[in-house]
């Protein structure tokens, strides 16, 4: 048979597969969802959780749970401890062929040393970088620690025979670290088109009780340090002096969220905020379609899948110009970039839009042709063009 049109046995490793919306958890189970649907043989490779405590489906495919820790101020990371002879047997069971490694984690180390006992192909997916982990850390220390974890990225992704990136940013910080000159892949998270779309809102304001008439801004994603949303807060007195007709939407979970909550009251600007906590992916479809400007103050991103899913919803967006943000390269015609932790920058970017919905349509109507590029079919297509060129190897 030729090789291309061979269908493939595929183990995906993640460790908090089903416990939590972060972009990884989400990019894998779509990836694992239409690599299914293509006829491939899909497996999750996971950890146990209070919510997920034995081997399970998990959207359809067979997810493998293991012993786990879970990681502190995590809202839902869990380690997974497989032993290396549980994932052999897993492994020869399903007749894996391609171990796929989406995150770093222990998982992932036991996983490697399993496909190397069998013989098995790895292709490893950058989705971390270490602005995400330690960023609340005492600055004094930040930077040891961001050179130990970009050592040990580069050790763990040494393993694989081919590397995939979110990103052309995310491939050249790796790229930086590794020389091993390992074949690589950018490979967008993508986004279903048919599932991201503008639609009608139905009852969404009056369930989440946001005041209708008004302008609405909107951040999706963890409340953690590396979003930076107190700048969208304190961002909110220097809007609502000049433009009190807005109102701030904030989707997402994380152990900062009472501390965030708190900076609101502190400011006095608790009446202009609503926070939607995490959502249905259904409801945060909504949620999109409910606003009229888009804002990640994202200090760090790979890529950056809720800008993605915006600009599929037709709006326009204000991205942080954070040195170490990819979503940076999203703003091209289409929205504004703001001085990164600049509240007052990220309020007179903010007024552009808020005063004039010409211009807010305009520029939604620029994302919503610039995301065809971003079709997640087309992002299947070139991993299944990495998984084959690793076999053949």
């Not at 994302?367 to 079919?377: G, N, P, R, V, W």
Request: with cysteine; net charge positive.
């Amino acid at each position: 048979m030729e090789i291309r049109n061979k269908k493939l046995s595929i183990a995906i490793i993640c460790d908090p597969i089903g416990s939590n919306k972060s972009g990884v958890v989400v990019s894998t189970l779509r990836f694992g969802k239409l690599l299914k649907e293509r006829g491939h043989h899909i497996i999750f490779i996971g950890a146990r959780s209070t919510e997920h405590k034995n081997h399970s489906q998990h959207h359809g495919i067979k997810t493998y749970r293991y012993r786990s820790l879970p990681i502190p101020k995590s809202s839902g990371w869990n380690l997974a401890f497989p032993t290396v002879k549980e994932l052999k047997k897993v492994f020869r069971e399903e007749k894996i062929e391609v171990v796929h490694i989406t995150l770093p984690m222990s998982g992932a180390i036991i996983a490697i040393k399993a496909a190397r006992a069998l013989d098995l192909k790895i292709v490893a997916h950058s989705h971390s970088q270490p602005e995400n982990l330690f960023m609340n850390m005492p600055k004094l220390i930040q930077p040891t620690l961001n050179n130990l974890w970009n050592k040990y990225l580069t050790w763990i992704y040494s393993k694989a025979e081919s590397l995939i990136y979110p990103s052309e940013m995310a491939r050249s910080l790796l790229n930086k670290l590794n020389d091993k000159n390992q074949p690589s892949e950018v490979i967008s998270n993508g986004i279903d088109l048919k599932e991201f779309q503008p639609v009608a809102i139905g009852n969404f304001y009056e369930r989440f009780k946001i005041p209708e008439n008004k302008v609405k801004l909107l951040f999706v994603g963890r409340l953690f340090p590396e979003k930076s949303v107190d700048t969208l807060i304190k961002a909110i007195p220097y809007i609502i002096r000049k433009h009190s007709n807005t109102h701030i939407m904030i989707v997402g979970g994380g152990y900062l969220k009472s501390k965030l909550e708190k900076l609101a009251r502190s400011l006095q600007v608790e009446k202009y905020i609503t926070f939607l906590g995490l959502v249905s992916e259904e409801d945060k479809i909504l949620a999109y379609n409910a606003s009229d400007i888009f804002v990640l103050p994202s200090l760090a991103e790979l890529e950056g899948m809720a800008v993605l899913e915006a600009m599929a919803c037709g709006k326009p967006i204000i991205i942080s110009d954070a040195e170490m943000s990819a979503s940076r390269y999203f703003v091209n015609g289409n929205g504004f970039l703001f001085k990164t932790k600049d509240p007052q920058d990220l309020a007179r970017q903010v007024f552009k839009l808020i005063t004039d919905a010409d211009l807010r349509k305009q520029m939604g109507k620029v994302s919503l042709e610039k995301i065809k590029q971003y079709d997640i079919h087309k992002s299947v297509d070139l991993l299944e063009k990495v998984y084959y060129s690793a076999i053949k190897k």
